[in-house]
Antibody, heavy 122, light 110 residues
Framework: EVELVESGGGLVQPGGSLRLSCAAS????????MGWVRQAPGKGLEWVSA????????YYANSVKGRFTISRDNSKNTLFLQMNSLMAEDTALYYC???????????????WGKGTTVTVSS | QSALTQPVSVSGSPGQSITISCTGS?????????VSWYQHHPGKAPKLMIY???KRPSGVSNRFSGSRSGNTASLTVSGLQAEDEADYYC??????????FGTGTKVTVL
């Protein structure tokens, strides 16, 4: 069964850091682009970042560029999101998602995890 | 990276058809036929319903269909059922290996 399980969320103070993980199973992880999508309380979905399955190239939304870093460990079938300089506006449910293709150019994510909650507050 | 515009809410009676619009720009929807649609029930993972504008993933009911005209994409749900009540989001490739989501639409089955 294809599955994505996020972990690493929690409560962090403004300016702090957090590292999210996403464990993948049931498919050839290295063959797909992967990404993170978040949903702030009461708000809609927001694309955050993605990483190519072909060459590991990384891409970011303007709102997180320079603060967040996406990476992947294909040997451990795991996706990561290192979040630094966190702000209250980063408070959200963070979903890990598998793209339908190997590159970040399809506009579609076919498999989603259930999410992990990040709360930025003092 | 401005969010695509969707109506806040759409409603219909069981058996009816509804259409949700998703308006972007020439930088995203208008330039790429790479719009996807997601059904999101609160507390659950979003589900891909349409990709590449018109294609349905395996297992998705043929009551769901997608289209595009200019800078606007649309999702039509025919034969509306109680289980279709959910939030729906469009998403488009926006160039430079980035994606942009729509503002979301709450569908209510009357």
């Amino acid at each position: 069964e294809v599955e994505l399980v996020e972990s690493g969320g929690g409560l962090v103070q403004p300016g702090g850091s957090l590292r999210l993980s996403c464990a993948a199973s049931g498919f050839i992880f290295s063959s797909y682009a992967m990404g993170w999508v978040r949903q702030a309380p009461g708000k809609g979905l927001e694309w955050v970042s993605a990483i190519s399955g072909r060459d590991g190239s990384t891409y970011y939304a303007n709102s997180v560029k320079g603060r967040f870093t996406i990476s992947r460990d294909n040997s451990k079938n795991t996706l990561f999101l290192q979040m630094n300089s966190l702000m209250a506006e980063d408070t959200a449910l963070y979903y890990c998602a598998r793209d339908i293709g190997r590159e970040v150019d399809t506009g579609a994510m076919g498999v989603w995890g259930k999410g992990t909650t990040v709360t930025v507050s003092s | 990276q401005s969010a695509l515009t969707q109506p806040v809410s759409v409603s219909g009676s069981p058996g009816q058809s509804i259409t949700i619009s998703c308006t972007g720009s020439s930088r995203d929807v208008g330039s790429y036929n790479l719009v996807s649609w997601y059904q999101h029930h609160p507390g659950k993972a979003p589900k891909l319903m349409i990709y590449e504008g018109t294609k349905r993933p395996s297992g998705v009911s043929n009551r769901f269909s997608g289209s595009r005209s200019g800078n606007t994409a649309s999702l039509t749900v025919s034969g509306l059922q109680a289980e279709d009540e959910a939030d729906y989001y469009c998403c488009s490739y926006a160039g430079s290996h980035t994606y942009v989501f729509g503002t979301g639409t709450k569908v209510t089955v009357l």
